[in-house]
């Protein structure tokens, strides 16, 4: 366990003076020094966390560092470091309300690690969002509202390199250092507008997203975006050649996109489906030099594919026979209920998605009276008064 003491400019904010940084930080990397954390833990309710993974390096996600500022004090966890047992963390963590900045990947991951769950949650990114804001990163908001600029490198770095260099130590430290202060503000600007329900009820409903995990892989994975066009040798091509770059990711321990991008792999299905031989085909791939050898793998998974009978691969899912197509008369419904989100949505000056989204206008389009299960309650309140969600009035009877 080390401790960093860093300079720290102050700025006068709302009255109150605020360390643009933090001062000082203590770096957990050691078996047996978790114990700092949790004294510094059991004093308090509520805690400021953010995590730092490798999704961008490596095959299979991981978490490599924690962040938390603890009653004014920064730690950082070395999630990777050799023998360090977080389950006292984890046990401790799981009973305090958390601060935390986009938690849907964050929670998930830690979910996926060790099965954890948020007692309380207060996210800055949801609480933007509800304020209508337009630019509503981490960084964007500490910029605007304390004139800190997050160093880019940080975003883009490999957290699962060891040592952790103390350039990036900072950036991890700055990146919890303002959550309350930000949480503060927003809390101000929402409350003025009559909106803190709306996010307490938004960070339930992410914690229960969370704790869903990651969605599994599925044998309909290959079935990447524009592939609905291929019809015969493109869709085999492309079966073969999404499994090749899996395999290969998985082999290099690197993410699948670094092998090469969904735009190259449609490009040999599109060229496979028009007839191309695969040497003419092959002859116009470009992996860049980092996977050059590659290319004989490719040729062989490319070959497999253009030899495949379609009618072998795995069947697309048929449609629900319990949620049929929309009649005529329910996209007309699903219109008029767009149109109302989308008027109601601008007069708020937030995104209309926010109250409901495309699936869910249809299911309402479909039974108007699911809105109560569908939405939560803010969104169904929103949209409860709407023309389009009223029932239609008797017709006269007829005279006799």
């Known amino acids: 366990m080390i401790s960093r003491f860093l300079p720290h400019p102050v700025r006068r904010l709302l009255g109150v003076n605020i360390a643009l940084r933090p001062s000082s930080f203590t770096l957990i ?15 308090v309710d509520e805690v400021a966390l953010d995590t730092e993974a490798d999704n961008m390096y490596h095959y299979k996600v991981r978490v490599c560092l924690l962040q938390f500022l603890v009653a004014g004090e920064v730690f950082l966890v070395d999630v990777l470091a050799p023998g360090l047992s977080l389950d006292d963390l984890w046990r401790v963590l799981a009973k305090k309300h958390l601060v935390m900045h986009g938690s849907d990947f964050d929670v998930r991951l830690l979910h996926d690690l060790c099965g954890f769950r ?37 975003q883009k770095a490999n957290w699962s390199r060891r040592p952790i260099t103390p350039k990036l130590l900072d950036y991890a430290a700055l990146d919890v250092w303002h959550l309350p202060a930000l949480r503060d503000l927003l809390t101000r ?32 994975d290959w079935r990447i975006g524009k592939s609905e066009r291929l019809r015969g040798p493109g869709l085999t091509v492309l079966h073969a050649i999404w499994h ?25 299905s599109e060229a ?64 008029k209920i767009k149109a109302d989100r989308d008027a109601i949505a601008a007069k708020l000056e937030i995104e209309a998605t926010l109250i409901a989204n495309r699936a869910q ?40």
């Open 361 to 400: 206008l249809s299911q309402l389009a479909r039974e108007p009276r699911s809105l109560d299960e569908l939405l939560l309650p803010w969104q169904a309140a929103l949209l409860r008064p709407a023309p389009s969600l009223q029932p239609a009035a008797p017709s006269p009877a007829s005279p006799p």
């Open 189 to 220: 600007e929402l409350a003025k507008l009559d909106r803190l329900e709306w996010l307490d009820q938004q960070c339930v409903a992410q914690i229960d997203a969370g704790t869903e995990g990651f969605a599994p892989a599925t044998e309909h």
């Open 272 to 335: 496979a489906e028009a007839g191309d031989s695969d040497e003419s085909i092959l002859a116009r791939v470009d992996l860049g030099k980092r996977h050059e050898r590659l290319i004989a793998s490719l040729a062989t998974a490319l070959r497999a594919g253009l030899a495949r009978d379609p009618h072998t691969l795995p069947r697309r899912p048929g449609r629900d026979a319990s949620r049929p197509s929309l009649t005529q008369s329910e996209v007309t419904l699903l219109d």
């Open 29 to 43: 990397d050691q078996p047996g020094a978790l114990a700092p954390l949790l004294a510094a833990l059991e004093r």
């Open 118 to 154: 948020p007692h309380s949650l207060f996210d800055t990114m949801l609480a933007a969002q509800l304020l209508g804001r337009q630019r509503i990163g981490l960084a964007a908001l500490l910029e605007e509202h304390f004139g800190v600029q997050l160093d880019k490198d940080g």
């Open 244 to 268: 090749w770059r899996e395999t290969q990711a998985e082999r290099l321990d690197t993410p699948p996109f670094k092998v090469c991008g969904n735009t190259l792999l449609l490009q040999i």
